[in-house]
């Protein structure tokens, strides 16, 4: 359905919030000339190491590509297992993949949506290497019970923190005690550099050594290269990747890092004003925060249950019929046909199925008016019979 079969304007359910400063920022990268990898990201780097409470920040292409160097740098190779949750964008599973190791699907939590010590127990092997526990939707994983069960294991724990930056996690932003986490800029979330990501963590000798490999593994970077006239010759000390952001990124990230603070409160008052606006209706359960943290509401998701008068199927078209574009819930990776006929463990998925199939994201974004969530609410009530 398109906006002009409804003549309502449309409401999305995202939207970047990007501006003026972002412009000037990004007009003042190209006046420099140095438009690749350089200072830009490197003041990114610190700027975000200081504000996540991470040791060592390497800023990526992606959180895709930010995982696939975790994973590298943890040692994990051809036959060993990577845990990692079902319910997730695909990424997570081919981070594991891209190493030669096997996706394991764990099932997950049915208030958080993140895997839990219990369900990566259950789908733990003797040829786990390594666990990749998501931050889903930007609610926090309970990362200390899992690192209580994998580190005894010799088990490394990646944080796919790609959904969670201004999450928090025991009074701590989210993956500030990860050996490893992975963030993503990707519009969708919620501070964007159009595409992006970072690799953060604890221990100097992995972030040194992704430093490197997100460079083709060079000895000398390009701008360290740069910075002499008689430029030192560089060596190539392993087989790396070109995973680099550019400085035009970066300069972005930079303006969007100090926002931070404003949009994740905005985004938790839209947040309340729906879990205040659903609270009563029977059938309808609003993601919110666990006990030990604060979510973000990356994805604020409604879960649509058998007591309520539609599917959620039937509630994302009555949505769309007034405008309102909604978004199926978080995917179940090992119902892709990348997975669907790969041996991917044996764990129970049962959450994972049930979320994938019953949950819908709403609408929320920086710049969403009052107005314009009124009407998302009034819709969902109206096809709750109550208005
Ligand atoms: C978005 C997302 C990714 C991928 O991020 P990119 O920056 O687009 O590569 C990975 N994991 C999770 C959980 C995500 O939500």
Redesign the pocket.
């Known amino acids: 359905m398109t906006v002009s079969d409804t003549g309502l304007d449309r409401i999305d359910v995202m939207k970047p919030w990007l501006g003026e400063e972002e412009a000037q920022a990004l007009a003042e990268v190209i006046a420099s000339g140095w438009v690749a990898q350089g200072p830009k990201v490197r003041e990114f780097e610190e700027a975000f190491a200081s504000g996540q409470h991470a040791g060592f920040a390497v800023a990526t292409s992606?959180?895709?590509s930010a995982?696939h160097l975790a994973l590298v740098v943890a040692g994990v190779e051809a036959g060993d297992d990577v845990v990692v949750p079902s319910f997730?964008?695909i990424?997570?599973a081919n981070a594991a993949t891209y190493v030669g190791a096997r996706p394991v699907f764990a099932d997950v939590d049915l208030h958080t949506g993140c895997v839990t010590a219990p369900t990566i127990k259950a789908a733990l092997t003797p040829a786990t290497r390594a666990v990749i526990a998501?931050d889903?939707g930007g609610v926090p994983v309970d990362f200390e019970s899992i690192r209580a069960l994998c580190d005894p294991l010799g088990i490394v724990v990646v944080e796919?923190a790609?959904?969670a930056i201004g999450s928090t996690y025991r009074g701590q932003p989210v993956g500030a005690n990860a050996e490893l986490a992975a963030w993503?800029?990707?519009p969708?979330?919620v501070l964007t550099t159009g595409?992006g990501?970072m690799l953060t963590t604890a221990r100097q000798d992995l972030g040194e050594r992704a430093r490197r490999l997100r460079e083709h593994a060079m000895s000398v970077s390009a701008a360290e290269r740069h910075a002499s006239l008689l430029a030192p010759s560089e060596q190539y000390l392993e087989t790396g990747f070109n995973y680099r952001m550019t400085d035009l990124q970066a300069a972005v990230g930079i303006i969007q890092l100090r926002r931070l603070e404003t949009v994740v409160r905005r985004r938790r008052e839209l947040a309340a004003r729906y879990a205040r606006a659903f609270a009563g209706v029977e059938g309808l359960r609003l993601v919110g925060d666990p006990e030990y943290g604060t979510t973000n509401f990356q994805s604020c998701w409604l879960e649509v249950g058998p007591a309520f008068p539609l599917g959620r199927e039937n509630l994302m078209k009555h949505l769309a019929s007034d405008g309102i574009s909604a978004r199926r819930g978080i995917m179940a990776a090992h119902r892709q046909p990348a997975y669907a006929d790969a041996d991917s463990g044996t764990a129970e998925l049962g959450v994972t199925e049930w979320l994938t199939d019953h949950t819908l994201i709403l609408p929320l974004y920086h710049e969403l008016t009052q107005q314009d969530q009124d009407r998302v609410i009034d819709s969902v009530l109206h096809a709750a019979g109550q208005s």
């Open positions: 992606s959180c895709t995982l997730s964008f990424a997570t998501v889903q796919d790609a959904c993503s800029f990707h969708r979330k595409e990501g």
